[in-house]
């Protein structure tokens, strides 16, 4: 069974940082696609950045690009995301997911989210 765990949000006051990480567990594939999605209240959720393992290509949502930054830890199925800059259009709800990068399958998993919030 697959499990991620989110860790790393919290408040945070505008221009500050925030580091999220996220590990999973119970995921066997060798080549994998990790992201983090955002929800805000009353929005649909949207991607925010992902890495490819292996290789660490890399995608950003234009709104984040610059401020943002994920990356593989050493540790297999963990990824963080370094976010800096931010402001209080980035509140929301962030959710780790993973997939297998396998042609035919429609599998991936959610992590259970973790709230940021940008206020002063």
């Known amino acids: 069974q697959v499990h991620l765990v989110e860790s790393g949000g919290g408040l945070v006051q505008p221009g500050g940082s925030l580091r999220l990480s996220c590990a999973a567990s119970g995921f066997t594939f060798s080549k994998y696609l990790m992201s983090w999605y955002r929800q805000a209240p009353g929005k649909e959720r949207e991607l925010v950045a992902s890495?490819?393992?292996?290789?660490?290509?890399?995608n950003y949502a234009d709104s984040v690009k610059g401020r943002f930054a994920i990356a593989r830890d050493n540790a297999k199925y963990t990824v963080h995301l370094q976010m800096n800059t931010l402001s209080p259009e980035d509140t929301a709800v962030y959710y780790c997911y993973i997939r297998p990068v396998v042609v035919g399958t429609n599998l991936g998993y959610w992590g259970p989210g973790t709230q940021v919030t940008v206020s002063s």
């Open positions: 890495i490819r393992d292996p290789g660490g290509t890399t």
